[in-house]
């Protein structure tokens, strides 16, 4: 949303300068700005007009959305894909808890292809958990490897994911994680090995997925906040990041 003092300061503007003079041609060629990114320019009963700006979205969390200016739309891959969350939510009331469930931006690149490197049945993943606030600074790993990965629906199909299973915590804190290609991701943990404090407000809280090569970030910035020093930290709605990692 644009702030009103942009909006204030442009009427203002307006109001001293008037209207932006027409630009007079005589063919479409005369119109050319030389940039495809704020629309095209024509030609019109001898007056330049633009069309609508390009809208550079490929709708894959693992490219950056760009315009240049010659050639148009440009999505180069990043070094990681930003995902967005419904819910990132730290506890520590009676035990350390952690839960994270993000919105279905976990696709295209940002989901881990069966039978690959980045396959977590055959090779394992990750997630790491960590916070660079002021007075309240932690950064774990926790291991979720291969083992206790296994397959869920068919392959190829609109409903084949991965599940984790770690009930126990055997093998670390991560005791179940859920991952869908185009679905939400769910994933709970528990027990002392998470290792983080809620003694200050961790955000912006980190949060790295790796399967293989594979890097799926989240950030708890611009979402919707909750902090109960010592009991909770809690963020709804969280949009993905900026970059990654």
């Given at each position: 949303m644009r702030r009103l003092s942009s909006v204030f300061?442009?009427?203002?503007?307006?109001?001293?300068a008037g209207p932006l003079p027409a630009r007079a041609c005589t063919t479409d060629a005369d119109c050319d700005n030389g940039n495809v990114c704020d629309g095209v320019e024509y030609c019109?009963?001898?007056?330049?007009?633009?069309?609508?700006?390009?809208?550079?979205?490929?709708?894959?969390?693992?490219?950056?959305?760009?315009?240049?200016?010659?050639l148009g739309c440009q999505f180069p891959a990043t070094a990681g894909c930003m995902v967005g969350a419904v819910r990132m939510k730290l506890g520590s009331r009676t035990e350390l808890r952690v839960l994270l469930v993000t919105d279905d931006?976990?696709?295209?690149?940002?989901?881990?292809?069966?039978?690959?490197?980045?396959?977590?049945?055959?090779?394992g993943a990750s997630l790491r958990l960590y916070s660079n606030a002021a007075g309240n600074t932690f950064d774990n790993?926790?291991?979720?490897?291969?083992?206790?990965?296994?397959?869920?629906?068919?392959?190829?199909?609109?409903?084949?994911?991965y599940i984790y299973k770690d009930q126990k915590g055997t093998v670390g804190p991560i005791r179940v994680a859920v991952v869908r290609n185009g679905k939400p991701t769910k994933m709970k943990g528990s027990g002392p090995l998470l290792n983080f404090t809620l003694g200050g407000n961790p955000h912006p809280l980190h949060m790295e997925f790796r399967f293989g090569n594979l890097v799926d970030c989240l950030v708890s910035g611009g979402a919707q906040l909750k902090f109960d020093p010592g009991i909770t930290f809690q963020a709804l709605h969280v949009p993905p990041p900026a970059t990654c990692p």
């Amino acid at each position: 949303m644009r702030r009103l003092s942009s909006v204030f300061g442009a009427v203002a503007l307006l109001a001293v300068a008037g209207p932006l003079p027409a630009r007079a041609c005589t063919t479409d060629a005369d119109c050319d700005n030389g940039n495809v990114c704020d629309g095209v320019e024509y030609c019109q009963a001898g007056v330049c007009f633009n069309r609508p700006p390009l809208v550079c979205d490929d709708s894959d969390p693992c490219t950056q959305n760009t315009c240049d200016p010659t050639l148009g739309c440009q999505f180069p891959a990043t070094a990681g894909c930003m995902v967005g969350a419904v819910r990132m939510k730290l506890g520590s009331r009676t035990e350390l808890r952690v839960l994270l469930v993000t919105d279905d931006n976990l696709r295209a690149g940002a989901f881990p292809p069966a039978n690959g490197p980045d396959d977590p049945v055959l090779h394992g993943a990750s997630l790491r958990l960590y916070s660079n606030a002021a007075g309240n600074t932690f950064d774990n790993t926790y291991g979720m490897p291969g083992t206790n990965w296994f397959y869920l629906g068919t392959l190829g199909s609109s409903h084949f994911g991965y599940i984790y299973k770690d009930q126990k915590g055997t093998v670390g804190p991560i005791r179940v994680a859920v991952v869908r290609n185009g679905k939400p991701t769910k994933m709970k943990g528990s027990g002392p090995l998470l290792n983080f404090t809620l003694g200050g407000n961790p955000h912006p809280l980190h949060m790295e997925f790796r399967f293989g090569n594979l890097v799926d970030c989240l950030v708890s910035g611009g979402a919707q906040l909750k902090f109960d020093p010592g009991i909770t930290f809690q963020a709804l709605h969280v949009p993905p990041p900026a970059t990654c990692p």
